[in-house]
DNA sequence: TCCTGATTAGTCATTATTGACTATTCAGAA
DNA sequence: TTCTGAATAGTCAATAATGACTAATCAGGA
């Protein structure tokens, strides 16, 4: 239902299209989200279904007719609803990246410890992304809140990548 | 690819049926990892069908024959491949908790600091769980180093989560 | 003994997700 | 003006993932 609260909070401040939603997703919230085009449509199409949005038809100049999404006053409802569930709950998180940790020991340490520093460069090299000045759509409000999320986020990963390359070092898994 | 890494590790130890194996990644790898049943048995029939795994029927006194799947050479050969491309990995992650986040000037500040202090309690109490002592699967080489790594992690969630906190408070956000 | 709920083992029909494709318009170069 | 590559807008067939189901066995109590 996240991805419902995402695209319904995105179309209260206005109208847009389906296009329109999955381009401002995968450029100013790709760090948040991971939404491919057929899924966003998908979605659309079933909040449109439900009466949470309504679709309709526009016609700009001699271009082919879109659809533009509008949210209903039921979908704010709906809106309101699913932003206080998912403020009031957590989500534990599954790193990917931990199931090559659970058998680290198959590989010589000297190896593993080659491979973690690459590892880590990636990690500080994003940690860096981060860090530059960041566009218009990320200064506001909300999003500045979710950077903050990521850069932290990431410092805990370099630290925590760190401590386990010291501690293969020191043969002291 | 990751799923297979893991299903992969697990066979490397000693073979085992498809129940067997989605039992064990339930009960001991529930935080790093979420593959339903008809999932694994899936990955296991795709393995078998590239030779990484044979399936071999087995009876076990008058119960059903169940297929019990052994890694091949070939199976170890992808496996050492995969684990060190996940050791030279990282994956952005992605928190769906953001994304409430992003919406939050849409509630009055007092409820919304609300919300988040009951957040932060289910935070405090999976950091809780975490740090109890953990079961015999747990404390073995890699299973701890991932223990450490979702320990780290949940630290740097409940402090970002009482900066937020605090920022919402002093109406600074 | 018989019954009940838990455990073991797996399948399958339905949903969800996505890679790959179509088709139009537009801006600029040749 | 004609061509080319990029941007816009969306669809669809194929794959992946899962909820709900089946079915046997087992442990223990009535």
Known sequence: MNRELLL??????????GYELHEFINRDMAFCTDIKKPTAYNILQKMAESGWV?????????RPPRKVYQITS???QVFQKLLRENLQQHHQARFTD??????????????AILL??????????????????????HSRGGMKLILEHQRRH????????????????KEDI
């Open 98 to 111: 931990d199931i090559g940790l659970a058998f680290i020991d198959a590989i010589p340490s000297e190896e």
């Open 8 to 17: 319904l909070g995105l179309l209260r401040h206005k109208d847009m299209h």
């Open 116 to 137: 973690l520093k690459k590892r880590r460069a990636i990690l500080q090299h994003e940690f860096d992304v981060l860090n530059r000045p960041h566009s218009k759509a």
């Open 154 to 169: 990431l410092q805990a990963e370099i630290d925590w990548l760190d401590d386990v390359i010291t501690r293969l070092t």
């Open 54 to 62: 309504t679709e309709i038809e526009e016609q700009d100049g001699n």
């Open 74 to 76: 039921e979908g704010e």
